[in-house]
Structure formats: C-alpha cells, structure tokens
C-alpha cells in the first residue's frame, strides 16, 4: 500500500510541474501573438481572437486548478499522516503495571510494532 500511495505522490507532482510548464508554454504563445505576429503583418480579427482566448483561459484555469488540487492533497495528507503517526506513537508506549513486595507500582513501556499499511 505504501509502495501506491507514493506512486500516487509522484503522479500529482509530476501533474503539477506538467501544469506549470503548459502555463509557461501558454505565455510564451501569447507573447509570440500579441508581439511577434504583429510585426510580421498579424491582422486583429475576432474570428480568430476569441478562440484564442478562450484556449488559453482554458490552459490557465485547468493548470492552476492542478497545482491547488495537487498542492491541497499534500497538505491534507501530510496532516492525516502526522495525525495516524502520533496516534500511534500513544499507543505504542504501553504502560504494564506489575506490582512488587514494596507496593510500589512498577511502570514497564513496551513498544508495539507499528502495523504496515
């Protein structure tokens, strides 16, 4: 199960660097329209613009979607992992009393193997 939760890891993160680069890819794009493409004789029309924009609203709005989503899943289970850790670090400290002659509690932690997910 671990062994699937990190391939899982590295799927979102490589999504998220794959987000990030279609973003840089969508910049320069627009840079080469709204500057380059007009020196060479590029002509405003909006048959062409309003596709255009909205492709690469589409680019930003799917890519920052990815990033938050990927960047809220790790927080959450970085949570969640140090929530179950500490839990169990409480149970892994059993405390055994044994009494003795002098009736003093002797207090005896024994650790218990942590369960493999």
Same mark, same amino acid.
């Given at each position: *199960?671990?062994?699937? #939760?990190?391939?899982?890891?590295?799927? @979102?993160?490589?999504?998220?660097?794959?987000?990030l =680069? /279609? *973003?840089?890819?969508? &910049?320069?794009? #627009?840079?080469?329209?709204?500057?380059?493409?007009?020196?060479?004789? @590029?002509? &405003?029309? #909006? =048959?062409?613009a309003?596709?255009?924009?909205?492709?690469?609203?589409?680019?930003?709005? *799917?890519?920052?979607?990815? @990033?938050?989503?990927?960047?809220?899943?790790?927080?959450? +289970?970085? *949570? =969640?992992?140090? /929530?179950?850790?500490?839990?169990?670090?409480?149970?892994?400290?059993v405390?055994?009393?044994? #009494?003795?002659?002098? !009736?003093?509690? +002797? !207090?005896?932690? !024994?650790?218990?193997? +942590?369960?493999? +997910?």
């Amino acid at each position: *199960m671990r062994t699937i #939760d990190g391939l899982g890891n590295w799927i @979102l993160i490589i999504m998220a660097g794959a987000s990030l =680069v /279609s *973003m840089i890819a969508a &910049f320069q794009l #627009d840079i080469i329209v709204n500057q380059e493409l007009y020196a060479y004789g @590029l002509q &405003f029309s #909006d =048959v062409w613009a309003y596709p255009y924009w909205t492709a690469i609203r589409v680019i930003f709005a *799917m890519s920052w979607l990815s @990033l938050i989503v990927t960047i809220g899943f790790q927080i959450y +289970k970085t *949570m =969640v992992v140090r /929530s179950i850790e500490r839990e169990n670090e409480e149970e892994l400290e059993v405390t055994i009393r044994a #009494d003795n002659t002098n !009736t003093k509690a +002797k !207090t005896i932690k !024994t650790p218990i193997p +942590k369960k493999k +997910k």
